[in-house]
């Protein structure tokens, strides 16, 4: 019998770097959802990386006022 391998939902945070954004995508890995943080500056969100495994979240940059840094960051 074949074991069909399941990929994690992916969900995309705005704003996911934040101070209630940070208990969300802490709950959210704790849920196993890959997490894409979608933040001003991604460079500043390393204290993200620990509340979940290795490449289960991912900052990418986004500016709300920006259309097309939204559609990228929402892609997939």
């Not at 074991?3 to 940070?22: M, N």
């Not at 802490?26 to 460079?43: E, M, S, T």
């Not at 500043?44 to 290795?54: C, E, I, K, S």
Request: hydrophobic residues 45%; positive net charge; proline residues 5%.
């Amino acid at each position: 019998m074949t074991e069909i391998l399941q990929i994690p939902k992916l969900v995309v945070v705005f704003g996911g770097s934040g101070f209630v954004g940070r208990h969300v995508v802490r709950a959210l890995a704790k849920r196993g959802y890959r997490i894409r943080v979608a933040c001003r500056r991604p460079d500043l969100a390393g204290h993200l990386q620990p509340l979940g495994n290795v490449g289960q979240i991912q900052p990418v940059q986004a500016n709300v006022r920006v259309r097309w840094s939204i559609d990228r960051a929402a892609q997939d």
